[in-house]
């Protein structure tokens, strides 16, 4: 029973574009929603995050958006740039019992294109 | 150092062997998490510490697996009796639990490989 699912194992976009990656979520006791970035023989990197009582987080050239009626948050990257290609995972916090773990989807890859 | 680092990067051994994989969090961190990541899929939780004890291993898949954090800094990841189903990456991460995200901060894993 997957609880955050990254439908889209992968996405190509032109340089200079925007790209839209898409996650949803089934557990609604998630607090905190977040996106990491992987390049390969590397471990994932923080990227930007948002709370569950928020609906946009903006940070540069990524932004955030949650709509929690439809468990489901997308990040987008604009303009797109070649460096921006790896892998983004979707990660979801809750904290019943006290745990900090992270619920990870199964990742998207993004493709940017000179 | 300035991130996590894990020793070693990479480790081959044979089925029913005994591994040791080792995690140096960020100085400061008081939170250490292990996760497993096999091909296609995401980082998947394993074990959580706040200081020295566990606070969540409901991750472990079975008990051929333990980790300590003994003096709240360096972790040990121990599988004993490996499979061939354990080959993995195996990621820590670690985290101040300071501020609302309580980001995880990860390094780079140690792939292991059993033969």
């Known amino acids: 029973d997957q609880q955050v699912k990254q439908n889209s194992p992968s996405l190509s976009v032109q340089e200079g574009r925007i790209s839209i990656l898409n996650c949803d979520y089934t557990n609604s006791m998630f607090d905190y929603f977040l996106w990491y970035k992987k390049y390969p023989a590397e471990g994932p990197t923080f990227l930007i995050s948002?709370?569950?009582?928020?609906d946009k987080n903006e940070d540069g050239r990524f932004t955030v958006f949650l709509n929690k009626s439809a468990k489901h948050l997308s990040l987008h990257i604009v303009p797109s740039q070649p460096g921006d290609s790896a892998v983004y995972f979707c990660a979801a916090r809750g904290t019943q019992g006290g745990s900090e773990k992270l619920v990870f989807g199964k990742g998207t890859k993004l493709t940017v294109n000179p | 150092g300035a991130g996590v680092s894990q020793t070693p990067s990479n480790k081959v051994t044979e089925k029913g062997k005994y591994v040791e994989l080792r995690c140096d969090p960020i100085s400061g961190h008081t939170a250490l998490y292990w996760y497993r990541q096999s091909l296609g899929q995401g980082p998947e939780f394993l074990i959580y510490?706040?200081?020295?004890?566990?606070?969540?291993d409901s991750g472990l898949p079975n008990d051929r697996f333990f980790a300590v954090r003994p003096e709240g800094s360096v972790s040990t990841l121990k599988i004993q009796r490996t499979e061939r189903g354990d080959s993995a990456v195996y990621l820590c991460?670690?985290?101040?639990?300071?501020?609302?995200?309580?980001?995880?901060?990860f390094g780079p894993g140690t792939r292991l490989t059993v033969l």
């Open positions: 991460a670690s985290s101040s639990l300071a501020g609302g995200p309580r980001e995880q901060f």
């Open positions: 948002i709370s569950s009582i928020k």
């Open positions: 510490f706040q200081g020295t004890g566990a606070a969540d």
